[in-house]
């Protein structure tokens, strides 16, 4: 969350507000989904985000709204005293329990964390001062009106949960992720997991704390078991519901949790029976929670008329370059400089437009084609790197290229290989930048609906493209080159990373005898050194590592590809 | 006896095993072999159903690719599996008897036991897990043989083993196979299993790469220089 | 003198913890879930045992069905809820449970309502009394006495069961490695379903013997299972006989925090006994080495 996407929802709380104005039953649900909020947003941290499932989180809810309780009736210290003071509290019990507790692991801690929720909700019971099982009553509340104390909350919730998101994007937070993750990989960071879920733990602590407070002075009055056991499982089906790891889920959670119960008549079905049976269905059907599954709906939906807007105006634009017919299908090609040809295949999602840089090569024509499906070039139905790879065989052959050096970047790289090892006589030299290997190159099944998700949101897209070229700082050509995928045949999204899985040329690499370069760059995440070297062990190349880019050296740095490449050529 | 047909494991999106398909006669010994990683542990889990898999298995001419662990262990498949797995906090004794669980006659069958491994008879009211690792490894043979096999897989019997042992291992093998059992070997040591093999899988990153006579695949160059290290 | 006395109520009271903890480890120990819904499916068990007992008038019968219902609901809860989950996460397994757990007590709720009911000891009569010394005298009721014998029997039972019965190895066995337990034909989704029943029926037999006291209330087992946790932990979570023995230190503790000091504060006593344990010996009180399953 950053300051504006703050700043919206709390203008979207307040505008709620004044459409609720006169409806105080209203408000305070509302003030109370804020308030477990909270307390779930603190929660998230400590079980969603490191990892460490707490059951007794209405304990630090517990001690925050006794302690403001207890300092304005006896003191009648102001409400900003207070809540220092329950803050203060929270975090040195947080850090009290945490201490021993957070040396033990998964059901050992529940355990734990459920005794001190237990044992500290019987504490309160206990003593007389703060009324026993009955409770305190008569709290001086924030304000008259209702709408104040919901403004109040709403503002602390906003505040809080922008803090999270600090919190969370900062060194700690990554930390936290790590020691979640795994702790023996944390430990080999250097990070102490102990010290990391301790400092988590605290933080959540304060969260219930603010949280019991504000409780405290909107309701006006406690009892222990308003902060026991089913508080805390309560608090904990809200993040689980909602979505752990989830800035959001907390939110979420709460209006299920929270807001639920008053949509049900009272007394009917009882709440513990509809959240349990919540709780099982999401860890069972759901893990991930609500939030997760809206962000999927917005990412597949939200994004979808946009990017086809995007597309549709951008395929009309014109293009400098020509066409040339290939089995009857039209292909969009540019073509540059005078001598003998180099023909450069452009990867998945790409275009004629990656090699835009490098297409000026001294003393060479280099011709630049959009491959079939991609681009401008005409669609075709049967993906796959062969069939492909005929095209361009077609395309030399309308051309009159007799013989050219093939450059393939990724996707290209197949195409490329395919083209040199089935028709070695068509190409005198191969360059294969960051190209899929020659056995395939299998995409993890989980990956294609986030492919598939690609066709609608050009901001998922763009950053997708530019993880694949960390180096790139040309923001014109990244924005240009996001257009340019948002062109490719809509099943191409999928089906391109399909083909990438079927192929082998292991064998067949034999028959190709005339030298290859292969250039990688180090940062690539795609295509690792292995796989490189695995590519190269039956042909007759090299293989060129460059320190300081990705997936794209292409656009990352084109100077230097043109250097490696011209050395090349004229060997 | 066996026949396995396109037998794949995955482990979420780990390919352990490909397709791959092998058979095992009545009464032969056949050895997989491969480097580490290859798959072999991951395709004996699959015919002894201790983790889910993808393909048909056929034990007589019986189609029992939808039978559980213990209904194949029911049907005379055992497993003996790598690192032992004995129980450690169980006695000896215990533990053999468990190798009875489903099959065998623990009276019959703890006589032999003991006598092919003697050491076991002294240590038989011990906890397992305060045996060596050797005599767990016996232990781990010996359970396996408690049940009775019709087929007997073993996947490295000999880790950690002292060549004695080891010997006295592949002899006991070569002995069962006489008396009509078969055999699928999973051996580290390529060389010594093939001797007492009729036929090897040569299994690589999931795959059979090649098959053949044992006999041949140790006079074969390629494959001694490729696979076996010799 | 008072302290004898504590310890004599303490031990029925203990051992009735320790049978908790006893169910909690034998799950804990073979399948690796900590049963969250432990209490509770005692409690629901003890109102089936309410409802038998008000339609039949016979109590060993209500007890039969509870404690049968008990080994029924441990099968069911293993088959549908947890074998899905089994592989996948420790937290996975722990929310469930303690989804069964707000489950069992909402259907509780609306099945019987939230009033208590009251519920028959087994044996009524005068308390035993024996008299020591001057003016010592020591009192022992009937019933506490029955639950002692029975609860000790019972864990009798259970450890011979399962150290010299067949399924009862194999139950051992499937707890130290599940793969060495398959390869054996040991049926382990069998196993673990009848490692629940059993564990869940303890927990309904100390449902049924301790609602006297506590009456049959959807909330009645709550305090219950923290206990058995504690005597589990004092025990140490990896030994049966551990959980008995801790569930009976426990017992006296308890009475003796509650003579000397004041029974408000008994529980949270106890609970900071339960940190404290796992903070700085997480494998109890007897135990040489923590196993540290998760
Ligand atoms: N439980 C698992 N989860 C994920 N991957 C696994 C798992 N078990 C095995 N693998 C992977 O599957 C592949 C095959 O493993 P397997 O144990 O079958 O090999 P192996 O041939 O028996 O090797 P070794 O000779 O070392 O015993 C390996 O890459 C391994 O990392
Ligand atoms: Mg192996």
């Given at each position: 969350?950053?300051?504006?996407?703050?700043?919206?929802?709390?203008?979207?709380?307040?505008?709620?507000?004044?459409?609720?104005?006169?409806?105080?039953?209203?408000?305070?649900?509302?003030?109370?989904?804020?308030?477990?909020?909270?307390?779930?947003?603190?929660?998230?941290?400590?079980?969603?985000?490191?990892?460490?499932v707490?059951?007794?989180?209405?304990?630090?809810?517990?001690?925050?709204a006794?302690?403001?309780?207890?300092?304005?009736?006896?003191?009648?210290?102001?409400?900003?005293?207070?809540?220092?003071?329950?803050?203060?509290?929270?975090?040195?019990?947080?850090?009290?329990?945490?201490?021993?507790?957070?040396?033990?692991?998964?059901?050992?801690?529940?355990?734990?964390?459920?005794?001190?929720?237990?044992?500290?909700?019987?504490?309160?019971?206990?003593?007389?001062?703060?009324?026993?099982?009955?409770?305190?009553?008569?709290?001086?509340?924030?304000?008259?009106?209702?709408?104040?104390?919901?403004?109040?909350?709403?503002?602390?919730?906003?505040?809080?949960?922008?803090v999270?998101?600090?919190?969370?994007h900062?060194?700690?937070?990554?930390?936290?992720?790590?020691?979640?993750?795994?702790?023996?990989?944390?430990?080999?960071?250097g990070?102490?997991?102990?010290?990391?879920?301790?400092?988590?733990?605290?933080?959540?602590?304060?969260?219930?704390?603010?949280?019991?407070?504000?409780?405290?002075?909107t309701?006006?009055?406690?009892?222990?078991?308003?902060?026991?056991?089913?508080?805390?499982?309560?608090?904990?089906?809200?993040?689980?519901?909602?979505?752990?790891?989830?800035?959001?889920?907390?939110?979420?959670?709460?209006?299920?949790?929270?807001?639920?119960?008053?949509?049900?008549?009272?007394?009917?079905?009882?709440?513990?029976?509809?959240?349990?049976?919540?709780?099982?269905?999401?860890?069972?059907?759901?893990?991930?929670?609500?939030?997760?599954?809206?962000?999927?709906?917005?990412?597949?939906?939200?994004?979808?008329?946009?990017?086809?807007?995007?597309?549709?105006?951008?395929?009309?634009?014109?293009?400098?370059?020509?066409?040339?017919?290939?089995?009857?299908?039209?292909?969009?090609?540019?073509?540059?400089?005078?001598?003998?040809?180099?023909?450069?295949?452009?990867?998945?999602?790409?275009?004629?437009r990656?090699?835009?840089?490098?297409?000026?090569?001294?003393?060479?024509?280099?011709?630049?084609?959009?491959?079939?499906?991609?681009?401008?070039?005409?669609?075709?139905?049967?993906?796959?790197?062969?069939?492909?790879?005929?095209?361009?065989?077609?395309?030399?052959?309308?051309?009159?290229?007799?013989?050219?050096?093939?450059?393939?970047?990724?996707?290209?790289?197949?195409?490329?290989m395919?083209?040199?090892?089935?028709?070695?006589?068509?190409?005198?030299?191969?360059?294969?930048?960051?190209?899929?290997?020659?056995?395939?190159?299998?995409?993890?099944?989980?990956?294609?609906?986030?492919?598939?998700?690609?066709?609608?949101?050009?901001?998922?897209?763009?950053?997708?493209?530019?993880?694949?070229?960390?180096?790139?700082?040309?923001?014109?050509?990244?924005?240009?080159?996001?257009k340019?995928?948002?062109?490719?045949?809509?099943?191409?999204?999928?089906?391109?990373?399909?083909?990438?899985?079927?192929?082998?040329?292991?064998?067949?690499?034999?028959?190709?005898?005339?030298?290859?370069?292969f250039?990688?760059?180090?940062?690539?995440?795609?295509?690792?050194?292995?796989?490189?070297?695995?590519?190269?062990?039956?042909?007759?190349?090299?293989?060129?590592v460059?320190?300081?880019?990705?997936?794209?050296?292409?656009?990352?740095?084109?100077?230097?590809?043109?250097?490696?490449?011209?050395?090349?050529?004229?060997? | 006896?066996?026949?396995?047909?396109?037998?794949?494991?995955?482990?979420?999106?780990?390919?352990?095993?490909?397709?791959?398909?092998?058979e095992?006669?009545?009464?032969?010994?056949?050895?997989i072999?491969?480097?580490?990683?290859?798959?072999?542990?991951?395709?004996?889990?699959?015919?002894?159903?201790?983790?889910?898999?993808?393909?048909?298995?056929?034990?007589?001419?019986?189609?029992i690719?939808?039978?559980?662990?213990?209904?194949?262990?029911?049907?005379?498949?055992?497993?003996?599996?790598?690192?032992?797995?004995?129980?450690?906090?169980?006695?000896?004794?215990?533990?053999?008897?468990?190798?009875?669980?489903?099959?065998?006659?623990?009276?019959?069958?703890?006589?032999?036991?003991?006598?092919?491994?003697?050491?076991?008879?002294?240590?038989?009211?011990?906890?397992?897990?305060?045996?060596?690792?050797?005599?767990q490894?016996?232990?781990?043979?010996?359970?396996?043989?408690?049940?009775?096999?019709?087929?007997?897989?073993?996947?490295?019997?000999s880790?950690?083993l002292?060549?004695?042992?080891?010997?006295?291992?592949?002899?006991?093998?070569?002995?069962?196979?006489?008396?009509?059992m078969?055999?699928?070997?999973?051996?580290?040591?390529?060389?010594?299993?093939?001797?007492?093999?009729?036929?090897?899988?040569?299994?690589?990153?999931?795959?059979?790469?090649?098959s053949?006579?044992?006999?041949?695949?140790?006079?074969?160059?390629?494959?001694?220089?490729?696979?076996?290290?010799? | 003198?008072?302290i004898?006395?504590?310890?004599?109520?303490?031990?029925?009271?203990?051992?009735?913890?320790?049978?908790?903890?006893?169910?909690?480890?034998?799950?804990?120990?073979?399948?690796?879930?900590?049963?969250?819904?432990?209490?509770?499916?005692?409690?629901?068990s003890?109102?089936?045992a309410?409802?038998?007992?008000?339609?039949?008038?016979?109590?060993?019968?209500?007890?039969?069905?509870?404690?049968?219902f008990?080994?029924?609901?441990?099968?069911?809860?293993?088959?549908?809820?947890?074998?899905?989950?089994?592989?996948?996460?420790?937290?996975?397994?722990?929310?469930?449970?303690?989804?069964?757990?707000?489950?069992?007590?909402?259907?509780?709720q609306?099945?019987?309502?939230?009033?208590?009911?009251?519920?028959?000891?087994?044996?009524s009569?005068?308390?035993?009394?024996?008299?020591?010394?001057?003016?010592?005298?020591?009192?022992?009721?009937l019933?506490?006495?029955?639950?002692?014998?029975?609860?000790?029997?019972?864990?009798?039972?259970?450890?011979?069961?399962?150290?010299?019965?067949?399924?009862?190895?194999?139950?051992?066995?499937?707890?130290?490695?599940?793969?060495?337990?398959?390869?054996?034909?040991?049926?382990?989704?069998?196993?673990d379903?009848?490692?629940w029943?059993?564990?869940?029926?303890?927990?309904?037999?100390?449902?049924?013997?301790?609602?006297?006291?506590?009456?049959?209330?959807?909330?009645?087992?709550?305090?219950?299972?923290?206990?058995?946790?504690?005597?589990?932990?004092?025990?140490?979570?990896?030994?049966?006989?551990?959980?008995i023995?801790?569930?009976?230190?426990?017992?006296?503790?308890?009475?003796?925090?509650?003579?000397?000091?004041?029974?408000?504060?008994?529980?949270?006593?106890?609970?900071?006994?339960?940190?404290?344990?796992?903070?700085?010996?997480?494998?109890g009180?007897?135990?040489?080495?923590?196993?540290?399953?998760?």
């Open positions: 969350m950053n300051m504006k996407k703050a700043l919206i929802v709390l203008i979207i709380g307040v505008l709620l507000g004044v459409l609720f104005i006169n409806k105080s039953f209203l408000l305070m649900i509302f003030s109370l989904v804020l308030i477990y909020a909270i307390a779930a947003t603190g929660l998230n941290i400590v079980s969603g985000f490191t990892g460490q707490s059951i007794g989180h209405g304990a630090f809810m517990a001690v925050g006794y302690t403001t309780a207890a300092m304005a009736m006896d003191f009648g210290t102001p409400f900003y005293i207070n809540i220092l003071a329950a803050i203060v509290l929270a975090a040195f019990l947080g850090f009290l329990i945490g201490l021993p507790a957070l040396r033990l692991k998964g059901f050992y801690l529940a355990i734990a964390t459920m005794a001190f929720g237990v044992a500290v909700e019987q504490l309160f019971a206990a003593i007389e001062h703060f009324g026993g099982h009955i409770g305190m009553r008569n709290i001086p509340r924030f304000f008259e009106s209702d709408f104040y104390i919901y403004l109040l909350n709403l503002v602390f919730f906003v505040v809080l949960t922008y999270a998101s600090l919190i969370l900062s060194p700690v937070g990554e930390k936290y992720k790590m020691v979640r993750d795994s702790e023996v990989a944390a430990r080999a960071y990070i102490k997991p102990s010290r990391i879920k301790l400092n988590a733990f605290i933080v959540s602590a304060i969260y219930g704390g603010i949280a019991g407070a504000l409780y405290s002075h309701v006006g009055y406690i009892s222990p078991p308003d902060f026991g056991m089913n508080t805390s499982l309560n608090l904990l089906s809200m993040i689980v519901i909602g979505g752990m790891a989830s800035l959001e889920g907390g939110m979420i959670g709460s209006i299920i949790i929270t807001g639920l119960p008053f949509l049900f008549s009272r007394g009917n079905i009882p709440m513990t029976l509809i959240f349990g049976a919540l709780l099982i269905v999401f860890v069972l059907f759901f893990p991930q929670g609500i939030a997760y599954g809206l962000k999927l709906l917005s990412m597949k939906y939200l994004g979808r008329p946009w990017a086809l807007l995007v597309r549709k105006s951008w395929s009309r634009r014109a293009e400098d370059g020509k066409y040339v017919t290939v089995n009857g299908k039209k292909i969009f090609y540019r073509q540059q400089g005078n001598g003998p040809a180099i023909v450069m295949i452009h990867g998945n999602f790409g275009s004629h990656w090699y835009e840089k490098v297409s000026s090569i001294e003393g060479y024509t280099t011709y630049i084609p959009d491959l079939v499906n991609f681009g401008k070039s005409d669609r075709i139905d049967n993906v796959s790197i062969d069939t492909y790879a005929d095209f361009v065989k077609g395309f030399m052959d309308q051309l009159k290229i007799e013989k050219a050096v093939v450059v393939g970047h990724s996707l290209g790289g197949a195409v490329s395919s083209l040199a090892f089935r028709y070695p006589q068509l190409v005198s030299k191969l360059v294969l930048v960051d190209s899929a290997p020659v056995n395939g190159l299998v995409t993890p099944e989980e990956n294609f609906p986030v492919l598939e998700m690609m066709k609608g949101n050009v901001s998922l897209l763009r950053n997708s493209l530019k993880g694949i070229m960390p180096a790139c700082e040309d923001q014109k050509i990244l924005s240009e080159v996001v340019d995928a948002l062109l490719m045949k809509d099943e191409c999204f999928s089906e391109n990373a399909r083909a990438l899985s079927r192929y082998d040329y292991t064998e067949l690499a034999e028959r190709y005898k005339n030298p290859v370069l250039i990688l760059g180090k940062k690539d995440m795609l295509i690792t050194h292995d796989m490189a070297e695995n590519t190269l062990k039956n042909l007759n190349g090299r293989l060129e460059l320190d300081h880019v990705g997936h794209s050296v292409i656009l990352e740095d084109s100077q230097l590809f043109k250097k490696l490449l011209i050395n090349f050529v004229n060997l | 006896m066996l026949r396995v047909e396109n037998l794949s494991v995955n482990y979420g999106h780990v390919k352990a095993v490909k397709e791959i398909s092998f095992i006669k009545s009464g032969e010994i056949v050895s072999l491969g480097a580490n990683g290859a798959g072999k542990t991951s395709a004996l889990f699959g015919v002894s159903a201790v983790v889910k898999s993808k393909g048909k298995v056929f034990y007589k001419d019986k189609d690719s939808g039978f559980t662990t213990y209904q194949r262990v029911e049907k005379g498949i055992i497993l003996c599996p790598e690192n032992r797995r004995v129980f450690s906090g169980l006695s000896v004794e215990e533990n053999l008897k468990m190798g009875s669980y489903l099959r065998g006659n623990y009276q019959k069958n703890i006589e032999t036991a003991y006598r092919m491994f003697p050491i076991l008879k002294e240590r038989k009211k011990q906890a397992a897990g305060s045996l060596s690792g050797g005599e490894q016996m232990l781990a043979v010996a359970r396996a043989l408690m049940s009775d096999p019709e087929l007997l897989m073993l996947d490295e019997p880790l950690g002292a060549p004695v042992i080891v010997d006295q291992i592949f002899k006991a093998l070569v002995e069962l196979k006489r008396s009509g078969s055999i699928l070997l999973v051996e580290q040591n390529a060389l010594k299993s093939l001797k007492i093999s009729d036929r090897a899988y040569i299994l690589e990153t999931g795959r059979i790469v090649h053949d006579d044992a006999k041949t695949l140790l006079n074969d160059e390629k494959v001694k220089k490729s696979y076996l290290g010799i | 003198m008072l004898l006395q504590s310890i004599i109520l303490g031990i029925p009271q203990g051992a009735l913890y320790g049978l908790m903890a006893f169910g909690i480890s034998l799950i804990f120990r073979t399948v690796g879930v900590m049963n969250f819904s432990h209490g509770n499916a005692g409690m629901f003890a109102f089936i309410l409802t038998v007992f008000l339609l039949t008038q016979n109590l060993l019968l209500a007890i039969l069905c509870a404690v049968i008990g080994i029924l609901l441990g099968f069911l809860i293993e088959k549908f809820l947890m074998r899905p989950v089994k592989h996948l996460s420790h937290g996975g397994m722990l929310i469930i449970t303690l989804g069964i757990l707000m489950i069992l007590e909402g259907l509780a609306i099945i019987w309502g939230v009033n208590p009911f009251s519920f028959n000891e087994l044996v009569g005068p308390p035993l009394m024996f008299t020591l010394g001057e003016d010592g005298l020591l009192i022992l009721p019933n506490d006495l029955l639950i002692t014998v029975i609860s000790l029997g019972i864990t009798i039972l259970l450890a011979v069961f399962l150290k010299v019965t067949k399924v009862g190895i194999a139950i051992r066995a499937r707890s130290q490695d599940e793969v060495g337990s398959k390869v054996v034909g040991i049926n382990t989704n069998m196993i379903g009848l490692v029943g059993i564990g869940i029926s303890l927990s309904a037999l100390v449902g049924v013997l301790i609602a006297p006291k506590t009456t049959v209330t959807p909330t009645m087992m709550m305090n219950m299972q923290l206990y058995g946790f504690t005597a589990g932990v004092l025990g140490g979570f990896t030994s049966l006989y551990g959980s023995l801790g569930g009976i230190i426990l017992g006296i503790l308890e009475k003796i925090v509650g003579i000397y000091i004041s029974p408000d504060y008994q529980l949270t006593i106890i609970l900071l006994i339960i940190i404290l344990m796992l903070a700085f010996k997480p494998s009180l007897f135990a040489k080495k923590f196993e540290g399953r998760v």
